[in-house]
């Protein structure tokens, strides 16, 4: 069943009503100006520092009171009864002769490391081979991709397709490109080094049907098999934790805008088709995506089914991926705030003020924690009269109220995350809890990596910075160990690489 | 009699609930109609530091102080903005109140989780031994900080309990430990004792860690987590006191906080662990009643030999940490506690009444799945709630003690000649330690200048007339105030006339 395709030059694809393609309107261009020219004399020559910085110092706090309130309405709202689970017999009782046909999307831009695995994960998944159809998609200029694929035989109802030239080279624009070819009834998307639950499949058909015609979307949970490799990947990994079972639970629960993951998230194909398919611009399809279905009226659900991925251990290429989601999320606010009425119009206000939250103000906060960190060390050691002029006492009291229960919540948050994963009973996360008290550290880097995202954001909105995969796999095969591990049940974690806790 | 009632946990619940709040009301109201809710000087003192915050010299969070912890007072911080609740002191009392009757429900909620059958009746008379005590309804009728205590207390029991009954390495484990973190970082923000059972409770999930077979690394995991509120909690307490006052430890270093203010150096208890035992123990008998004490010993004999430790039973051990942590303060003269028997003066006895907690556990467990020790038992409390007449209730006595004693009734005399003098909007420099009474009962704090004023504090004893319309000092006997010391007898004062005087106040007033 294996076909190479690559013989259409090119590959077009109608561009998305809201689409990343330009950054700012015209009317956004307006407003930066403006805010520049108020902003510069302050900056330059501190005219009107205090009244400007009192002002800027309030909207920032009451800006991270929103933030910690939110956030700790949606963590709480959160919880199991959010996630569609299934019991084995549910999953045994399904007739296989009436399971649709399953479209499965690989985007695979420089992977050749991580080929073999995947296509190993996915036909491990529980589904007649007869109705999957797994489309691995190549990019037309990656040659050690290309030639990497000449050598694999690929079980029935696997294909490479080859992504012809496009105005971009992103994961969304390949996956429209899948999308142009799919056939099936139910569509998802894995990446490289996923390694999915094997009763992933059947898991989401299950959830279709006891959701509901709203529910168009079900993401699973994403989590890491390589959460003890280093310090870096412990917070990582309570992160995503915090993410998937906290935050993610309480957006569902709200039934409010929802940020999808990049990967094993599956789709009714009638919907995916009804929204246009990803914007190719949008460096985190993904999320934008979760947007326009709430804008569509419909709605995102989860499914109890793990999908482990690879945590990043490298510094670098940690920064990298950061900097594009919150890059990709900026992208996504830029876009749907062109025209803010419209959004609160299909979105409704509790929703409209949720995508503030999660796309506006979460990103924004990562921008400008270091500013007030900065303001408060400086302050601390120097007692600079400057700096205590921007707080008068009610927003001084005001700011150590958002500080200090805001800090302890969001240490909490990570805590948790980092807690749900060890009380799980996986082994490579016990003794993790501990290294979740120097959080802060984490924040630097996420800030770090907003910074960079910003700055991209200005100088180069569409560029994808790619993710390096298979660094474990590589640590290994240098230790001679085998380079697949067997693919950990649903509810744990294999027992690899656990130098930390 | 209890047959009758046998319809299920959750309308029995609601009785609790109903009787709670039905005592609660009852007691205050009497208690109130005797004008006793704010005889504790230190009642006056939690009315005054919330009061600061909002309407001080000056307001704001700096005045919330170094010397209590100040959960019970931001909790009232609202209440107090209302004259009358402030000055009648029931914007105290409220949360005391609300308090009891919480404390009354986790109360119920833990007996009846450490049954092994859930006998309802059980989880009853536990309360019963709660809400018939006196001591405990005259506490609730205060605006002290036993009450908010009490109940972080046994919410903290409550949520340590549920957590040793759930399965191990379940999803909901981390919530269940949230709780019990955030339950005893609240008792750890509202009195110092809530420290120790942050310790306590820690000691005790090692503990059932081992006995449900966790790992090391896991009870690590659970004791961290579990630990960070309570943690953070106390870090920032300190942190307070190192950006206010400069000194992390200020909240047992400053004057007003050095033990040797109330404890003597030659007091009996100290580095004697008998007398100190004799102490604690007595204090405990006179809050409990001699047969309600006696049967809480009996039903802690009983849990240890029929419960085997389970680990549940760890929920009701760590409520016992106030026996050895008053002993230990006791010894080292860290803290202040005198019975009648031992010293023949009564201080701070109600420091006792926190053993209520573990005791009436204990007494619901012993009564647990037998008919007969119920009917055995109920007669045996109301002997207890008898014995508290007609003079005996060990809490009322001390404040009893407090408002009839000269010193304060002169206090009150300055008081009342203040209300009919002063000039309500002229400042007035008044030491507020040993002259709470006086304070609290004329000068509104926004017009006071007192040792928690900082930079105004200092200029105005160095130069009262440009700072100052009136002086108020306690300068009679041995007690006198910084402000006698520093100012009484000097030239500072020549611009003031005494226009007030009795044996141990003065009250100056600058000339026209």
């Known amino acids: ?501 | 009699m209890y047959l009758a009632f046998t319809k299920g946990p959750n309308k029995v619940f609601w009785w609790v609930v109903v009787t709670s709040i039905l005592a609660s009301i009852a007691s205050f109201a009497y208690y109130y109609s005797q004008g006793r809710t704010i005889d504790y000087v230190d009642s006056m003192s939690h009315l005054l530091i919330a009061k600061r915050v909002i309407d001080g010299n000056p307001s704001g969070m700096g005045q919330i102080g170094h010397l209590w912890l100040p959960l019970p007072h931001l909790l009232i911080v609202l209440l107090v903005k209302n004259g009358f609740l402030y000055r009648t002191g029931i914007a105290g009392s409220i949360l005391s109140m609300v308090c009891f009757v919480v404390t009354a429900v986790y109360v119920y909620k833990t007996a009846l989780r450490l049954q092994v059958k859930r006998d309802v009746w059980a989880a009853v008379i536990a309360v019963v031994v709660i809400i018939t005590n006196f001591n405990m309804l005259y506490m609730q009728s205060t605006p002290m900080t036993e009450l908010p205590l009490f109940v972080f207390l046994a919410a903290g029991a409550y949520y340590l309990v549920r957590w040793s009954q759930m399965p191990v390495r379940s999803s909901s484990e981390p919530f269940a430990l949230f709780l019990l973190g955030f339950s005893v970082a609240c008792a750890a923000l509202t009195r110092y004792e809530g420290w120790a059972y942050a310790i306590t409770v820690a000691i005790a999930i090692v503990y059932i860690g081992f006995r449900k077979g966790l790992k090391g690394k896991e009870i690590q995991d659970r004791v961290v987590y579990y630990g960070f509120c309570p943690g953070a909690i106390i870090l920032l307490w300190i942190g307070w006191n190192a950006l206010i006052f400069h000194n992390p430890f200020y909240f047992i270093m400053s004057d007003y906080a050095k033990s040797s203010n109330w404890v003597q150096s030659d007091d009996k208890v100290i580095g004697n662990m008998m007398v100190s035992f004799q102490t604690y123990g007595l204090a405990t008998l006179h809050n409990l009643s001699v047969p309600v004490a006696f049967l809480s010993l009996t039903g802690f004999v009983y849990f240890l030999v029929r419960s085997r430790l389970r680990p549940e039973m760890a929920g009701v051990l760590v409520l016992m940490f106030p026996f050895p942590f008053f002993l230990v303060m006791l010894y080292y003269g860290a803290r202040p506690l005198d019975v009648e028997e031992v010293s023949g003066i009564v201080i701070n006895a109600r420091f006792g009444l926190i053993m209520i907690l573990p005791a009436a556990l204990m007494v619901g467990y012993f009564v647990q799945n037998s008919k007969w020790r119920k009917v055995l038992v109920l007669p045996v409390i109301a002997w207890g709630v008898v014995s508290f007449f007609p003079n005996d209730i060990i809490t009322l006595e001390e404040p009893i003690g407090y408002t009839s004693s000269p010193g304060t009734r002169l206090q009150r005399d300055a008081a009342t000649w203040l209300n009919a003098n002063y000039v309500d909007g002229q400042p007035m420099l008044m030491e507020a330690y040993r002259n709470e009474t006086a304070h609290f009962y004329s000068v509104s704090p926004s017009n006071v200048i007192y040792e928690g004023s900082q930079d105004l504090w200092e200029n105005a004893i160095k130069n009262p007339a440009s700072y100052v319309d009136w002086v108020y000092t306690q300068c009679g006997g041995e007690a006198k105030d910084v402000v006698c010391k520093k100012l009484v007898g000097t030239s500072q004062l020549d611009s003031f006339d005494l226009v007030y005087q009795n044996p141990e106040v003065m009250i100056f007033r600058k000339k026209e």
């Open chain 1, 1 to 501: 069943m294996s076909s190479r395709n690559g013989s259409r030059p090119t590959f077009s694809w109608p561009e998305k009503k809201f689409s990343a393609r330009k950054t700012f309107s015209f009317s956004q261009r307006v407003i930066i100006g403006v805010a520049l020219c108020v902003a510069t004399p302050i900056l330059v020559w501190g005219m009107g520092f205090s009244n400007y910085g009192n002002m800027a110092v309030v909207v920032t706090v009451v800006m991270f009171v929103v933030v910690f309130l939110d956030k700790g309405r949606l963590c709480l709202r959160g919880g199991d009864s959010a996630i569609l689970s299934f019991t084995q017999e549910e999953i045994n009782s399904l007739d296989e002769d009436v399971l649709p046909l399953y479209t499965m999307l690989v985007p695979l831009h420089k992977e050749v490391a991580m080929l073999e695995q995947i296509i190993r994960r996915i036909e491990m998944l529980d589904w007649p081979a007869d109705r999957k159809e797994v489309t691995l998609l190549l990019e037309w200029n990656d040659a050690e991709m290309i030639k990497a694929s000449e050598r694999i035989k690929l079980p029935p109802g696997f294909r490479f397709e080859t992504v012809p030239k496009g105005k971009v080279q992103t994961k969304p624009n390949a996956l429209n490109y899948g999308l142009s070819l799919a056939t099936g009834d139910l569509l998802t998307i894995y990446d490289a080094e996923d390694r999915p639950d094997p009763y992933q499949l059947k898991k989401a058909y299950l959830g279709f049907q006891r959701a509901g015609e709203k529910v168009v979307c079900l993401q699973s949970v994403l989590d890491f098999h390589n959460s003890g490799t280093n310090l870096l990947t412990v917070f990582f990994a309570a992160e995503y934790a915090s993410h998937y079972r906290m935050l993610l639970p309480g957006l569902v629960k709200s039934s409010s805008v929802v940020p999808l993951g990049g990967t094993s998230n599956h789709f009714r194909m009638k919907f995916i088709r009804e929204v246009g398919g990803w914007d190719a611009y949008n460096v985190t399809e993904d999320a934008a995506l979760g947007v326009d279905i709430t804008m569509a009226g419909y709605k995102v659900g989860l499914i109890d089914s793990t999908t482990w991925e690879e945590a990043n251990s490298r510094l670098g290429n940690w920064i990298r991926q950061r900097s594009r989601w919150i890059k990709g999320y900026m992208q996504t606010y830029l876009v749907y705030m062109r025209n803010p009425w419209t959004l609160i119009r299909k979105l409704g206000w509790s929703n409209f003020l949720t995508f503030q939250l999660v796309f506006g103000l979460i990103p924004l906060t990562m921008v400008v924690n270091p500013i007030f960190w900065g303001m408060t060390i400086v302050y601390f050691v120097t007692g600079s009269s400057a700096i205590q002029s921007l707080y008068p006492t009610p927003v001084f009291y005001l700011a150590i109220m958002s500080m200090l229960p805001g800090n302890l919540f969001f240490v909490y948050v990570i805590l948790t995350g980092c807690m749900l994963r060890a009380a799980s009973g996986d082994k490579n996360s016990q003794g993790q809890v501990i290294w979740m008290l120097l959080a802060p550290l984490y924040w630097w880097l996420m800030s770090v990596a907003a910074w960079k995202g910003l700055w991209q954001l200005i100088t180069r909105p569409h560029h994808w910075e790619k993710t390096n995969h298979g660094l474990i796999e590589a640590k290994l095969q240098a230790r001679k160990i085998r380079s697949i591990s067997p693919v950990p049940s649903p509810r744990m974690v294999p027992e690899m690489n656990s130098d930390i806790g």
